[in-house]
Antibody
Framework: QVHLVESGGGVVQPGRSLRLSCAAS????????FHWVRQAPGKGLEWVAD????????FYADSLRGRFTISRDDSKNTVYLQLNSLRGEDTAVYYC???????????????????WGKGTTVTVSS | QSALTQPASLSGSPGQSITISCTGT?????????VSWYQQYPGKAPKLIIY???NRPSSIYNRFSGSKSDNTASLTISGLQAEDEADYYC??????????FGGGTKLTVL
């Protein structure tokens, strides 16, 4: 069974940092890229970032570049999202989703997110 | 990158067909056949129901279908059922090498 389980969310003061984790199981982790997508309370989905199967490619939403960093540890089958200089508008449920094998320059790259975790909640408040 | 445009809400009766539109630009929907659709129940994670404009994962009923014309993608649900009541989001790959989502459509089954 393919599973993604996010953790690391919580209540944090503005300006502070948080690291989210996404633990994967049920498939060969090192073959796949991953995305982070967030959803503010009562709002729609917002794509945050993705990284390739080998960690060589990382892309971020324009509005978040410089504050958020995506990374992976294949020895732990885990993807991370480092959130820095947090603001109230970063309050959201953060979802991890499985991306594609290969990179954007690879044939048969998959431009969608086929497996999602249940999310972890980040609340930025003083 | 601006969000894709979806109607905020739609409704239909059981057995009917409904279509949810998703409008973008030539930099996203119009430029790529990489539109996907996701279904989300309240408090739950999104679920992939359509990818690459019109392809369905094997676990998704064939009542769900997708299409695209110019800068607008569409999701059609035929034979509407009570269990289809959910939020639906479109997404597209973009010229900026990133993804963008629509604002979401709340589907009510009357």
């Amino acid at each position: 069974q393919v599973h993604l389980v996010e953790s690391g969310g919580g209540v944090v003061q503005p300006g502070r940092s948080l690291r989210l984790s996404c633990a994967a199981s049920g498939f060969i982790f090192s073959y796949y890229g991953f995305h982070w997508v967030r959803q503010a309370p009562g709002k729609g989905l917002e794509w945050v970032a993705d990284l390739s199967f080998d960690g060589s490619d990382k892309f971020y939403a324009d509005s978040l570049r410089g504050r958020f960093t995506i990374s992976r540890d294949d020895s732990k089958n885990t993807v991370y999202l480092q959130l820095n200089s947090l603001r109230g508008e970063d309050t959201a449920v953060y979802y991890c989703a499985r991306g594609s094998m290969g990179t954007r320059t690879t044939n048969n790259y998959d431009y969608y997110m086929d497996v999602w975790g249940k999310g972890t909640t980040v609340t930025v408040s003083s | 990158q601006s969000a894709l445009t979806q109607p905020a809400s739609l409704s239909g009766s059981p057995g009917q067909s409904i279509t949810i539109s998703c409008t973008g630009t030539s930099s996203d929907i119009g430029g790529y056949n990489y539109v996907s659709w996701y279904q989300q129940y309240p408090g739950k994670a999104p679920k992939l129901i359509i990818y690459d404009v019109s392809n369905r994962p094997s676990s998704i009923y064939n009542r769900f279908s997708g299409s695209k014309s110019d800068n607008t993608a569409s999701l059609t649900i035929s034979g509407l059922q009570a269990e289809d009541e959910a939020d639906y989001y479109c997404s597209s790959y973009t010229d900026s090498s990133i993804w963008v989502f629509g604002g979401g459509t709340k589907l009510t089954v009357l």
